[in-house]
């Protein structure tokens, strides 16, 4: 018996764990959302404290709107936090909230410069860049409020009088930009990296759970192989060794002797196609051999399959619902051969106690649907949708005396889809079934030698 080709479920490649830079991106994004609300917090606390400071500490003329524009940003910081709490800034706006805040920050720093014309202001600035080296992870962002505050600093102390200390918070200021670069570039690479490894495991573990999950299907269907198989090749073994034991020990009379063979004829029949059924679909699956299309007019391999199986059985009533003639199909005949045998087989095992058996066909657009029709045992609707899948049975009395390995319809489903064609089932159970498919038209060769369709 041939393994089962467990290959394209057991893949779990290197290629799949490559990240994109977007999934950095968000990754990112990520990270720096996870403590927003908590620096949003801490900042509305911040220029609480200030809004007293300024109360204490400034001259009028200068605390009134250093006041106003404290108190102001931290009622923003606290309405950012209650939005971010509720989900209503989501992490896809973590950048651009970062961004505003440190504007917020920036415009309380460069209003103190302005308002107290004392150079020294600077330093809150220069704190104010470091701090959002340490925070931001988006250049675009980094560098927009990196340059907001570069600029507003120089146009005010433009604005300002000379002072000998100029020079001094000159460098102080140069110096906090090229440590934020460093330190913002430093924290970005590390970030990328731990980032880049952490989805790199979580794709990897998501690709093995679900390696392991087909494994452990895999392992349920070779399971229910060995089960089905064994019992079915074990019933017509067994009653083979019984008979022909029984015929080499006792002398029967001929007519007896034919019984007992028809039986064994039987049983042979049943072996045979339990293991071409097998390695059909295997063969099927894996796609060899291939197929070998012809244009072929359906009616006569209809009436014949009705013929053979007529003759076999006559415990039910065979009828045909066919046209005089068909428009030529396009399909590989010894495997639609194969799909009739399936589908009528079936109808005759599974209405045990005789009735009709209709075999029909007719043209529908550009397609001819063929149908097998019994008066059956029918099919349950919930095992409906899965009638097509390997080595389903229907789990009744009535299924499992009848026998059968679940391997036929899987078979008949895998060659018609290879027609380009749909199979389809009705059925109401104690009252029969319809098995139906469909198969394309050929295209006969037009006066340029091309193809059409009929
Ligand atoms: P098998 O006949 O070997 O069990 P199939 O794949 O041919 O395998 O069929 C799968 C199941 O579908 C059967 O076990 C049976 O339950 C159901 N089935 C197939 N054909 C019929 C039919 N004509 N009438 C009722 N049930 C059917």
Sequence with gaps: MRKLDLRPVMTVTSQNSNISQQEIREALAGVVYENLHLVSIS???????????????????????????????????????????????????????TAGMAQIVLANSLLHLYLTRE???TTNILLLIVGVACFCLSTPYFVFVLLTALIGWGLIVWSLPPSPEWLHFGFAMFAATVLAL???????????????????DI???????????????????????????????????????GFTELMLARDF??????????????????????VNNFLDLQAITSGYPPYHFVDVELTPLLHETVTVFAKADEKHTWETSLP????????????????????????????PDSGVITVGAERQDMMVKVWITDQGIGVPVEALPKLFTKFFRVEEEATRVIGGTGLGLALVKEIIEAHQGQIGVESTQGKGSTFFFTLPLATPPSADGERNLV
Excluded: W
């Design 43 to 97: 900042l509305a606390l911040l220029f609480l404290v200030f809004t007293i400071a300024h109360c204490v500490v400034l001259p009028r003329p200068i605390a009134v709107p250093m006041i106003t524009v404290a108190f102001l940003s931290a009622v923003l910081f606290t309405g950012l936090a209650i939005l971010m709490k509720r989900s209503v800034i989501t992490v896809r706006y973590a950048h651009q909230t």
């Design 119 to 121: 150079i020294h202001q």
């Design 182 to 200: 460093l330190t913002y570039y430093v924290r970005l690479r590390t970030h990328q990296r731990l980032e880049r490894l952490r989805l790199q």
């Design 203 to 241: 794709r990897q573990r998501t690709e093995l759970e679900g390696a392991l999950i087909a494994a452990k299907e895999v392992e349920r269907l070779k399971d229910d192989l060995i089960s089905t198989v064994s019992h079915e090749l074990r019933t017509p073994l067994t009653s083979l060794l």
């Design 253 to 274: 009379p001929h007519a007896k002797q034919r019984d007992l063979l028809n039986v064994m004829h039987r049983e042979s029949l049943r072996l045979t196609n339990l």
């Design 324 to 351: 005089d003639s068909l428009p030529l199909v396009h399909i590989d005949t010894d495997r639609i051969q194969q799909v009739l045998a399936n589908l009528v087989s079936n109808a005759v095992k599974f209405s």
